[in-house]
């Protein structure tokens, strides 16, 4: 490191946290909004990758569509956290049954709220910040994504899972996360594998706190 390294100023954690809410609200107002035809397509929207988003590819998006809807039942309610992939999904109208399932998407990025009601601003850093319609335990399951590898960060989306949740939990994380995950949600890893839409350098698991047909016993890999 140079002298001129050592002076440069840095950033604190509320400071960064500020900046990204700006740039994510920049976003908003300069990405225009894709057509009314389009709008749940998987990857409608560009990803942006100083948000840590990967969309999904298609197959593990409907994978993990279908199993939110088998989980739920009729009538169910499902909470994606930081999963927007599943969210369109779930609302193109090709998973059987997903059009008997509510969905909401819990999301930073603020272009998603082109999705209207279905969409609730979330930042993970404030996980129990949630507008007082969205009651804790109303949903039937919570499938959750979080946007970065850390014990911090699954530690602050857990808090949210548990006040969202009735009891089911679908986590999508690295594999490096599977002891912070049993601790912090008591779920296992499943022997699906899903794939995204640009591969990933991390290997990256699919978990749940309960028995799984879809996801385990031999469940192959989501690729598109």
């Not at 109208?93 to 709220?113: K, N, P, Q």
Request: charged fraction near 20%.
């Amino acid at each position: 490191m140079s002298d001129n390294d050592e002076d440069m100023p840095t950033l604190s954690a509320h400071t960064l946290a500020a900046l990204q809410e700006f740039y994510a609200e920049t976003l908003a107002l300069q990405s225009p909004n894709p057509e009314p035809a389009q709008q749940f397509v998987v990857g409608a929207l560009e990803e942006d990758w100083g948000l840590s988003q990967f969309w999904y590819s298609e197959d593990t998006a409907r994978q993990l569509a279908e199993e939110l809807v088998q989980e739920v039942g009729p009538g169910g309610r499902i909470a994606c956290v930081s999963a927007p992939s599943v969210y369109q999904k779930l609302k193109q109208g090709v998973v059987a049954g997903s059009e008997d399932v509510s969905v909401l998407l819990l999301e930073y990025d603020r272009r998603f709220s082109s999705y209207g009601d279905d969409f609730i601003f979330y930042d993970y850093h404030q996980p129990l910040a949630f507008p007082a319609h969205i009651q804790p335990h109303s949903f039937d399951v919570v499938l959750a994504d979080p946007p970065y590898l850390s014990h911090e960060c699954l530690s602050k989306v857990a808090q949210t899972v548990h006040y969202l949740g009735k009891g089911k939990v679908l986590l999508c994380t690295g594999a490096v996360m599977q002891n912070t995950a049993k601790e912090l949600l008591d779920v296992d890893i499943c022997d699906f594998l899903p794939q995204h839409h640009r591969n990933l350098s991390n290997d990256f698991r699919c978990y749940t706190n309960y028995p799984s047909s879809r996801l385990s016993a031999g469940a192959t890999t989501g690729k598109s």
